[in-house]
């Protein structure tokens, strides 16, 4: 069986004309236009690109974008500070902390001092929580983009194995969490998993969220399976993902390549948060 690519690209594009026209319905009714801001704490240049793909994609659906940009050596009060202004910045509708942040400043106290009906990456417990108890919230853009790139692909979920490698807080557990959702049955699997190999066998969906370039190799895919790569791994001046994707398309259903599979998809949840965000603090929050 030949792979068939899910073009993230693609799916990413029709939904930004979405977002679009609605930001569009947005002003007309409400006179203003939704704003994302991002703070960025130092200058580490893959943060850097990170925020230049959100401030493309904000352009290009007429979204607000600011940039506040501070010093490395910035302190976590003053942060703190910051973001309180931001909380009760009647203009901004999206706070978003750019992640890593200098190792001396707690980034769960960052997350935490975002009001959640601002907290548009939804890292905030609150969210979280929210998201678990499948109540309305901020889901984070990660795992929200891999559902709808499933969802807009017509790949249906309802009774699937699926097979998550990877439980980190803005991946691997939500992602689980969402397709539990969608009422997939769901494996976790981690660094300390025993027998990894026979239980991505069991994939009908497999989602690989854990940064080692081609790691989930074809004999570890089973036949005609939907593969996730979520993946971003820079080796010299070349992207790859978790999968071996070469090998592995000979394999599977459906499988999404990198760049342009997941990695657009984030960013367009990201606008679409953004938009909920303008819309729920213009009827009073959630
Ligand atoms: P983390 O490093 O936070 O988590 C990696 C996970 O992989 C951990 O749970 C770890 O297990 C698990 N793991 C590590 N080694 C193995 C192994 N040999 N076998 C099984 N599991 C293993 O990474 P993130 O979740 O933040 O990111 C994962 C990847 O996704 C990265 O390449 C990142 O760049 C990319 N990414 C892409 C995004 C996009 O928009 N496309 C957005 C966010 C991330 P344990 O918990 O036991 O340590």
Same mark, same amino acid.
């Given at each position: 069986?030949?792979?068939?690519?899910?073009?993230?690209?693609?799916? %990413?594009?029709?939904?930004?004309?979405?977002?679009? !026209?609605?930001? !569009?319905?947005?002003y007309?009714?409400?006179n203003?236009?939704?704003?994302?801001?991002?703070?960025?704490?130092?200058?580490?240049?893959?943060?850097?690109?990170?925020?230049?793909?959100?401030?493309?994609?904000?352009?290009?659906?007429?979204?607000?974008?600011?940039?506040?940009?501070?010093?490395?050596?910035?302190?976590?009060?003053?942060?703190?500070?910051?973001?309180?202004?931001?909380?009760?910045?009647?203009?901004?509708?999206?706070?978003?902390?750019?992640?890593?942040?200098?190792?001396?400043?707690?980034?769960?106290?960052?997350?935490?001092?975002?009001?959640? !009906?601002?907290?548009?990456?939804?890292?905030?417990?609150?969210?979280?929580?929210r998201?678990? %108890?499948?109540?309305d919230?901020?889901?984070?853009?990660?795992?929200?983009?891999?559902?709808?790139?499933?969802?807009?692909?017509?790949?249906?979920?309802?009774?699937?194995n699926?097979?998550?490698?990877?439980?980190?807080?803005?991946?691997?557990?939500?992602?689980?969490?969402?397709?539990?959702?969608?009422?997939?049955?769901?494996?976790?699997?981690?660094?300390?998993?025993?027998?990894?190999?026979?239980?991505?066998?069991?994939?009908?969906?497999?989602?690989?969220?854990?940064?080692?370039?081609?790691?989930?190799?074809?004999?570890?895919?089973?036949?005609?399976?939907?593969?996730?790569?979520?993946?971003?791994?820079?080796?010299?001046?070349?992207?790859?993902?978790?999968?071996?994707?070469?090998?592995?398309?000979?394999? %599977?259903?459906?499988?999404?390549?990198?760049?342009?599979?997941?990695?657009?998809?984030?960013?367009?949840?990201l606008?679409?948060?953004?938009?909920?965000? %303008?819309?729920?603090?213009?009827?009073?929050?959630?």
């Open positions: 069986v030949s792979g068939k690519i899910i073009n993230g690209t693609i799916t %990413a594009k029709t939904i930004r004309n979405k977002i679009k !026209e609605e930001v !569009e319905e947005f007309k009714k409400n203003k236009v939704p704003k994302l801001t991002v703070i960025l704490v130092g200058n580490d240049p893959a943060s850097l690109s990170y925020i230049k793909g959100k401030k493309n994609g904000c352009k290009k659906v007429g979204i607000d974008f600011e940039l506040l940009q501070l010093p490395e050596e910035t302190k976590e009060s003053e942060l703190i500070n910051l973001i309180d202004k931001l909380n009760s910045d009647k203009n901004t509708n999206g706070i978003l902390v750019q992640l890593p942040l200098p190792k001396d400043i707690s980034e769960d106290k960052i997350i935490e001092s975002i009001v959640p !009906e601002k907290d548009v990456d939804g890292f905030h417990p609150v969210n979280i929580g998201m678990i %108890a499948g109540i919230s901020f889901l984070p853009c990660t795992p929200y983009g891999i559902i709808k790139l499933l969802k807009e692909n017509n790949i249906n979920i309802e009774g699937k699926a097979v998550v490698v990877g439980r980190s807080n803005i991946v691997g557990k939500p992602i689980s969490f969402l397709l539990l959702k969608e009422n997939a049955t769901v494996t976790i699997c981690h660094s300390k998993t025993k027998d990894l190999k026979e239980k991505c066998l069991q994939g009908d969906i497999l989602v690989a969220a854990v940064g080692k370039p081609k790691m989930i190799t074809d004999d570890m895919v089973k036949d005609g399976a939907v593969v996730i790569d979520v993946g971003i791994n820079r080796v010299g001046e070349k992207l790859y993902g978790d999968v071996d994707y070469e090998k592995v398309k000979e394999v %599977a259903g459906f499988i999404t390549p990198v760049p342009g599979g997941v990695g657009p998809m984030t960013i367009t949840m606008l679409e948060n953004t938009l909920k965000a %303008a819309k729920l603090q213009n009827t009073g929050g959630f």
